[in-house]
């Protein structure tokens, strides 16, 4: 399975009009992979507290738009990162979107994990309440958004959904890329699954973003990894690697908490 992370930054004084154009144009430059990945909210920038809701739009606004057509246009499954979504009825979302290779929406993920504590997005935003899952024909992959990878009750969900390949778009920041790294690993390992964690590049609000978007395997080998800067990190792994980890070390066999426990009989 061919897998491509598109690690951009979010640039002072780009429109986010003429960064969906550059966006759909790096989608289509990969037209050669399975799946293409995107960073959390790119069209404001993660830390840009303020743009949420001057450039919220509906679920199915231009972005959902541009980002449909880029992978009808490239034919890839695209999981294009996330938007501050204005729901009509409600209050804002930081909403993931994956498209089918026909240009289709396969999934919308509202992020349950918001961050900023008595702050930002934890205050602006509402929390998703559902797990996501999406069948690829090689895969299913489960997904996830920046806070989310500290719960690893959350990957645990997912895996018992049926996920294989954990999806993470994020906008994580520099000053605790370690964590990023460490945490992309044990999802990785405890889930055995693959794991692939695309990030933002550059400074965001005054917040340098850690970059370094990363793909794990289910032993927790890092099979690609980028640097800081604007690039794409282009990975191959082969998706039936995670079936064979599980028969091999059955460790999820042996879960005892969090699993549903019979009744004992007296």
């Known amino acids: 399975m061919r897998a491509s992370l598109i690690q951009i930054g979010v640039e002072e004084g780009e429109s986010v009009e003429a ?13 050669g992979a399975d799946l293409v990945v995107l960073p959390e909210l790119w069209t404001t ?6 743009l949420f809701a ?5 679920l199915d606004g231009p972005t959902y738009e541009a980002m449909a057509k880029a992978a009808s246009d490239a034919g890839v499954w695209l999981h294009a990162g996330s938007i501050p979504e ?9 909403t993931s979107l994956v498209f089918s290779p026909a240009g289709e929406l396969a999934a919308a993920y509202r992020k349950i994990h918001r961050f900023g504590f008595d ?12 797990l996501v899952t999406v069948s690829l024909p090689e895969t299913t992959v489960g997904v996830a958004t920046c806070y989310d990878l500290r719960f690893p009750e959350l990957f645990r969900g997912l895996v018992d959904a049926g996920a294989e390949t954990l999806v993470v778009s994020a906008g994580w920041p520099e000053r605790r890329r370690a964590h990023w790294t460490l945490l992309a690993q044990a999802r990785a390992v405890e889930n055995q699954a693959f794991v692939l964690a695309c990030g933002t590049a550059g400074t965001h609000a005054g917040v340098p973003q850690a970059g370094h978007s990363i793909v794990v395997d289910p ?9 800081g800067g604007e690039e794409v990190l282009r990975v191959e792994f082969e998706a039936g690697k995670v079936g064979e980890t599980r028969e091999q070390f059955p460790a999820l066999k042996d879960r005892v908490l969090g699993v549903a426990v019979p009744a004992r009989v007296r």
């Open 19 to 31: 960064r969906r154009r550059r966006v759909a144009s790096l989608v289509r430059e990969e037209s």
């Open 86 to 94: 204005r729901d009509p009825d409600g209050p804002l979302y930081n």
């Open 219 to 227: 032993w927790g080998e890092v099979l690609g990894e980028a640097g």
């Open 119 to 130: 702050k930002g997005e934890a205050v602006l935003m509402g929390a998703g309440a559902e």
């Open 54 to 58: 001057t450039e919220a739009e509906p």
């Open 45 to 50: 920038g993660a830390f840009a507290y303020e």
